[in-house]
Nanobody, 122 residues
Framework: QVQLVESGGGLVQAGGSLRVSCAASGSTFRRYTMGWFRQAPGKEREYVSA????????YYANSVKGRFTISRDNTKNTVYLQMNNLKAEDTAGYYCAARFRGGVEGTQYDYWGQGTQVTVSS
């Protein structure tokens, strides 16, 4: 039982930065691994990043490693994805997802938000 709501998407120039956020409802947030996926129309869903419940473990896709940083604040029931040096190829809907006690290496998530659009203009 968890509801996820993303925010912070928008239009940004290539090379710029944007931070998307995902707020989770209820008391089930703390022990959940949180992930970010992205998907553009006509393209495959891509596993972007993830963070364990205690922030000890993180995952980044090679395409974003060194540019994106995932973090979470369990006291605020919120996970963040800081996106720097954005490229046109980063344009997609960004979706947060949650899995109870899942490892960051896995891609099977149980709960999904509705997404927030990130558009990078070149």
């Amino acid at each position: 039982q968890v509801q996820l709501v993303e925010s912070g998407g928008g239009l940004v120039q290539a090379g710029g930065s944007l931070r998307v956020s995902c707020a989770a409802s209820g008391s089930t947030f703390r022990r959940y691994t949180m992930g970010w996926f992205r998907q553009a129309p006509g393209k495959e869903r891509e596993y972007v990043s993830a963070i364990s419940w205690d922030s000890f473990s993180t995952y980044y896709a090679n395409s974003v490693k060194g540019r994106f940083t995932i973090s979470r604040d369990n006291t605020k029931n919120t996970v963040y994805l800081q996106m720097n040096n954005l490229k046109a190829e980063d344009t997609a809907g960004y979706y947060c997802a949650a899995r109870f006690r899942g490892g960051v290496e896995g891609t099977q998530y149980d709960y999904w938000g509705q997404g927030t659009q990130v558009t990078v203009s070149s």
